[in-house]
């Protein structure tokens, strides 16, 4: 089980609150394809001779290609990797690229799976974020990308938006269950260092962001998702019943996956690497074959330490079983101990035979719970 | 002993007292360029990074020069003098110690309060001044108002006060000339039976403590069967001797010198400054006047940040205390912050400087209480107790009454800040004693001040409305029946012992409300209301609460950036672990200091 991940960093221009690196500009883009090609060349032995279960092209924004050079890059994925039959190969796409003619040529690719950024069904919701499509075109492409065949369908929400209200954002989660969108990724509004959000908010031309409000919508995003029928699967990810995104959830469950392009992420099962952030580095450092990113290598204390804090964001929760068998027993103990609080007092928590779980309740409080289930060396 | 003077440094901070006392060290060559570090005078880090004289020191010098035709040597002993208000007493000791004293001024600031506070010791113990205007070389040196100033204060010839500057080595020789024709040479008996003034000691880990003294009568002679008189404790003296940058050792010293003794004793708890050494046979008849025990007057509670290192924290507590005597602690504890000392200091400073020491030399993390003073409880039965911590209050019904310590306290300013300076104090239950004009721009003002009214944030106040101007200098003069109240927080109507303080009755409303609005800031959402609550007895005065946090959840998305995000939990998870438990209320360690940041 390996998962590669393609990093598309160009936008048609940057939204508010997004801090992906990602370019608004033109340039290097044929020489970023050709350097991305170069790159899996050079790291063809990264996954250790797994075959890619999964295959995504994230941003920025991949749609600005045209569908034969994604193609290409899987095409040249598969030479040197294997890609297994019935892999999911997804593509984020925003709603201005999606167009009868992009889908038809997308529909020839090997491209299984597409991932739209709608983000909101509601004009006043896109200008806030700095979006560049329309309500009315992000439900066009909706639409259209499901008769065209894409069932295999996710669309991205952003809740938590200050001038926005509850009632827009019931409306948003209702388009998406009127369309029997498969899989929803819903995010809260987070106002990162760097971006213009954060610049706005401090300069008072944005309220700041109202955790009580988003706290709120995320709950009634549960209650209504639930009541539909669908799973819970990761604190941001709900799907139909055998729909969850199997790359992502490869991040959340420990698998080995390749990150190509500037800023990319790759993980080897022992240490985590992250390319340069920096386009025109990237682009020097494959041609020269020099080492282009970051790494650390994982200590037996901070693998635990991400098991804990993804697994517990998932429906799958903690195997304490795992944790006795992986990490030994000093590691259990605490665990339980420290899982102790949460279950009784608070019901944040909740033991299912071997499996520590997130309650519901628990789902708004993950970080602070995970964070006391961490071990500190 | 006619070619001996004793002398001091009179300077305040930042006014070049080191740097002027090194460059005398160079012309009489003293030290060597080899054992030349910046400031040779105080060599610990602590001292010389805030620029102060913590513990004062000695140093012998030998001036040699012609004059009259003749060459002529003599033994400089210039004994340096601690440069803060809370170590008033010690620099009493050494200008005791002392025939002279050079005031040395800022040529481009002026003299400052604690300046003249010294200098009025010094003036009191017939020291002979020779004024000193430091600084010369610089641009903005205003020589002739200072000199004004100068000569109103002690009244010297305009000649008299001589212009240097320490960075140039400018006036130097001016200045020993005038040391040796100015200061007297020190008067006493050789013959007399021994009488030695401690004014110093320091602790060294392999010869134990090592006192300083100035031998006022008598002689004294290496294995002499020693006794200090307000301890009463006898030693052999294993090795006297003179301090150069080092100790060396001497057989026998006489009235008028200035020197050390080595005598096993092992904590600086034996040795008091201000003491009297003298022979176990034939002792002096009495001891040298001005002696007086120490007394910490700011007591606050220190707790390990870790509660694993309370024993740590006492070793390293016991080894401050080896070279500090005015450190006082005991053991005592706190429902909200577990087992720690209760401690007292000689002021604000002191209590600075050994959360410093704590942190530098130990790697001590602590916490430390809000401060209070020393109050003495009268019980309905007439019986006295000294109370260093608001949980230690008689029982209310037991309880006649409080009195509180007062302090003199001078301040020097620019006589534009004289409004706001007077409504601080005033603000602060301050009576106004008196007030002067120094100079037509520089006043003198003197006010009557409870000490517990300075010992939160006065000093920075006073900065600041001063534009960093006045300067400030207090000691204690005595006692005074005072209406005090103990103020508690209550964090979900659990009582937090470490925020409780006495406080007097008229700002107990004001206190608390602010105390509670501070204490609403620094203490962070949790997953339900905090209420916290400022109580008088059983009736709440102010509340606020800090409304339940609705979520803690990153609900975005990261991809495979998972280093990110793990670090950021793992960043959290440590700062909980310093975390307080009030009941089910996580405290921060900001919060116990809350007090000491009210605006």
Known sequence: ?377 | MKNIRNFCIIAHIDHGKSTLADRLLDYTETISEREKKEQVLDDMDLERERGITIKSHAIQMIYKREAHNRNESFVLNLIDTPGHVDFSYEVSRSIAACEGALLIVDATQGIQAQTISNLYLAIDHDLEIIPVLNKMDLDNAMPEDVKDQIVDLIGCDREDIIEASGKTGYGVDKILDAIVERIPSPTGDPDAPLQALIFDSVFNSYRGIIAYFRIFNGRISKGDLVKFVATGKEYEADEIGVLKLGLQSKKTLAAGDVGYIISGIKTSKEVKVGDTVTHVKNPCSEAISGFEHVKPMVFAGIYPVDADDYEELRASMEKLQLNDASLTFEPESSAALGFGFRCGFLGLLHMEIIQERLDREFDMDVITTVPNVSYKAYTTKGVMTEVHNPSGLPDQNLLDHIEEPYIHAQIISKSDYVGPIMNLCIDRRGELKNQVYLTSDRVEITFELPLAEIVFDFYDKLKSISKGYASFDYHVVGYKPAKLVRLDILLNGERVDALSTLIHSANAYQFGRRMCEKLKELIPRQQFDVAIQAAIGAKIIARETVKAVRKDVTAKCYGGDITRKRKLLEKQKKGKKRMRQVGNVEVPQSAFLAVLKLD
Request: aromatic share 10%; net charge neutral; with cysteine.
């Open chain 1, 1 to 377: 089980m390996a998962g590669l991940y393609v990093h598309i960093p160009f936008c048609r221009q940057k939204c508010h609150y997004c801090n992906f690196y990602s370019v608004a500009s033109g340039k290097f883009r044929d020489e970023t394809i050709d350097a991305i090609v170069n790159e899996l060349e050079i790291r063809k032995d990264y996954l250790g001779g797994e075959r890619l279960n999964t295959v995504y092209f994230g941003g920025g924004t991949p749609s600005l290609f045209a569908p034969g050079k994604i193609q290409e890059i899987i095409l040249k994925a598969d030479k040197l990797f294997g890609i297994v039959p019935g892999a999911e190969i997804t593509l984020e796409a925003n709603p201005e690229d999606i167009g009868s003619t992009w889908l038809d040529a997308l529909k020839s690719t090997s491209v299984n799976r597409l991932s739209i950024g709608v983000q909101s069904f509601n004009n006043a919701d896109l200008r806030y974020l700095g979006r560049i499509h329309t309500a009315e075109k992000a439900e066009s492409a909706v639409r259209l990308a499901l008769e065209k065949g894409f069932e295999n369908l996710s669309v991205d929400l952003i809740f938590g938006i200050p001038a926005s209200d509850d009632k827009i954002w019931e409306s948003n989660i209702l388009k998406v269950l009127q369309y029997n969108i498969r899989h929803l990724s819903a995010y809260a509004l987070t106002v990162e260092p760097g971006t213009a959000l954060r610049l706005f908010i401090r300069k008072g031309k944005y309220q700041p962001v109202d955790e009580d409000q988003a706290a709120g919508q995320f709950e009634m995003l549960m209650s209504r998702m639930k009541q539909a029928g669908y799973d819970h699967y990761e604190i941001s990810n709900f799907c139909l019943p055998g729909h969850c995104s199997k790359h992502n959830t490869s991040y959340w469950t420990g698998d080995k996956y390749l990150g190509v392009g500037p800023a990319a992420h790759s993980y080897d099962g022992n240490s985590r690497q992250w390319n340069v952030a920096n386009l025109k580095k990237y682009i020097e450092a494959v041609e020269k074959n020099e080492p282009l990113s970051e790494k650390e290598t994982l200590t037996g204390t901070q693998k635990y330490n991400e098991y804990v804090m993804t697994a517990l964001r998932t429906m799958w929760g903690i195997d304490l079983e795992k944790v006795k068998n992986e990490f030994g027993e000093d590691f259990y103990l605490h665990l339980i101990k420290e899982a102790k609080p949460f279950e009784n007092n608070q019901h944040l928590l909740k033991k299912n035979q071997r499996i520590l779980l997130l309650t519901d309740r628990g789902k708004l409080f993950a970080d602070k719970i995970s964070s006391a289930l961490f071990w500190n060396d």
